[in-house]
């Protein structure tokens, strides 16, 4: 399995690029800000062909190039639900600060984010892409409609998780933006992250990769936490 990424745009959104190989269809995830350029080298150099594109929420920082990324290789694009609005209104979920900021900008400068192509996510739905076989996970909390996508890996490297905006190394999505919801959080840690085994490698939406072990034993949003019932572990 092919697994290579980089971070995007001023925000540092990590895109990533997921395939069962070299010369072999691929999976596109969370095209933020400035990665077409990014996404065309990884494609050229490992000579990949685009199937879909997944987004693990609906913020503009990870959703900022979907359009053009899905709309040019003719290629659906994957959402929750929950937060397809911001597709259409991508000033929707962010914060006061970064709305102001944008407002000042020409209408032409502002992203059309929605693709042509928009399909549905939901809690449980197991994705067949590009010969990959992933596990959708619904983790409400920072977005209403934030989601993790899980795979096996291949043998040559352990079980994955895509986690977006909703864990990272050291901590967690913040809550305070619109539409963000602290309990929910802590009950889609309780059941997503902590039920799922050690060895899993987290590939979050910023910063560097980690690992459930890791995360469980010194994260402090983990602490004291319990595990909750979940779907099937990877």
Not at 17 to 43: F, N, R, T, W
Request: net charge negative; charged share 15%; with cysteine.
């Amino acid at each position: 399995m092919l697994v290579t990424g980089f971070p995007a745009g001023p925000w540092g959104a990590n895109c990533f690029v997921l395939a069962s190989g070299e010369g072999s269809e691929c999976i596109l995830i969370d095209p933020g800000m400035d990665c077409e350029a990014g996404i065309a080298e990884i494609l050229s150099k490992h000579h990949l062909r685009p199937s879909a594109v997944l987004l693990t929420h609906g913020h503009l920082d990870h959703t900022w190039s979907v359009a053009p990324v899905a709309d040019g290789y003719g290629i659906p694009a994957y959402i929750h639900p929950s937060d397809r609005e911001q597709l259409t209104n991508p000033l929707a979920g962010i914060s006061p600060e970064t709305q102001m900021m944008m407002s000042n900008l020409s209408p032409d400068s502002l992203p059309h984010v929605e693709p042509d192509d928009v399909r549905d996510l939901s809690d449980g739905l197991e994705l067949d892409l590009a010969g990959i076989k992933l596990t959708v996970d619904e983790v409400p909390g920072h977005t209403p409609g934030s989601v993790v996508f899980r795979c096996f890996g291949d043998g040559t490297i352990p079980p994955l998780m895509f986690s977006g905006d909703f864990l990272f190394a050291g901590s967690i999505g913040r809550t305070d933006l619109p539409g963000g919801d602290h309990q929910a959080m802590l009950r889609s840690l309780a059941s997503v992250v902590l039920s799922q085994r050690d060895e899993m490698v987290v590939l979050p939406g910023h910063g560097p990769q980690t690992t459930i072990g890791q995360e469980r034993a010194t994260n402090p949003f983990l602490a004291g936490m319990t595990a909750e019932p979940a779907g099937p572990t990877l």
